[in-house]
């Protein structure tokens, strides 16, 4: 009898180990779906490979955030829904102070942070850098209200490059111009100052990755004027759109009326 009371009580242990070893791994679970969502709006250091590829080679040692001078690198830490250990900034709080040998990048071991990226002719240029894109929020902006305001434009680092102002006359008052900032996505790095300097309680400029803030207008339409950008015509494939209409010859369908367009 004392033998099947021991095996029993080691059954209820053992049940009760294993359910909170399941329970455990179900938190841990949840907890990395939740950081795995959220990577979608990190601003990564200078020179970080494209967001899948940085979380493979990043093998979070944190010395991209020992170098930088002005702490702005942060690690993930638990509980800050974003990939544990990874290297980020907050803008806001701390945006990037565009240092000119960009400290952070060389120390990488593994290349998550590449050198050649933020790079011309072979020497460090902050000014490559795409950590993201700054995007201006109209409707918050006190500068499209008319109220004088150019904090984003005089804090940016490129200045009257990334970010210009646009003077438009003020309809309302018949004798003011509106300064409107407009921000140049060629030129822009993401640094962040704009944001940090905003007047307002919550930045109507912030800076966003390129891929959330940017649209993308796919191989089917280019710019005739720019050469370069008729390169991206060789990944284009043809595509044709068939109709009723499209079953006559041109002439015929000319002649046919609107009937023939439904």
């Not at 009760?16 to 990395?32: E, P």
């Not at 100052?193 to 400029?205: D, F, G, L, S, Y």
């Not at 800076?207 to 991206?232: H, M, T």
Request: hydrophobic share 35%; proline share 6%.
């Amino acid at each position: 009898m004392k033998k099947q009371a021991s095996d029993r009580r080691k059954f209820i242990l053992n049940m009760a180990r294993s359910a909170g070893i399941a329970t455990m791994g179900g938190f841990i679970w949840s907890a990395y779906i939740d950081e795995v969502k959220a990577t979608e709006l990190l601003l990564r250091p200078p020179g970080a490979l494209k967001e899948e590829d940085f979380l493979k080679t990043c093998i979070k040692c944190g010395l991209c955030v020992e170098a930088c001078p002005y702490d702005t690198l942060l690690l993930a830490a638990p509980g800050d829904h974003k990939p544990l250990g990874t290297p980020y900034f907050t803008p806001r709080d701390v945006p990037c102070y565009m240092c000119p040998d960009i400290p952070c990048v060389p120390v990488c071991p593994t290349g998550a942070l590449d050198e050649q990226s933020v790079s011309t002719d072979g020497v460090l240029d902050i000014n490559t850098a795409q950590m993201g894109l700054a995007v201006i929020d109209e409707e918050s902006c006190v500068a499209f209200w008319g109220i004088q305001c150019d904090a984003c434009y005089r804090a940016c680092p490129i200045l009257d490059v990334a970010i210009t102002i646009e003077y438009q006359k003020n309809d309302r008052t018949g004798k003011h111009a509106f300064l409107k900032p407009v921000v140049h996505a060629d030129a822009c790095t993401g640094c962040g100052m704009c944001e940090r300097a905003c007047v307002t309680e919550k930045a109507a400029i912030y800076v966003l990755p390129r891929e959330v803030a940017q649209g993308k207008a796919g191989n089917y339409y280019i710019k005739g004027w720019d050469k370069k950008d008729e390169k991206r015509l060789e990944n284009a494939s043809e595509i044709k759109t068939t109709t009723k209409i499209s079953e006559k010859s041109a002439l015929d369908s000319l002649n046919g009326g609107l009937e023939d367009l439904y």
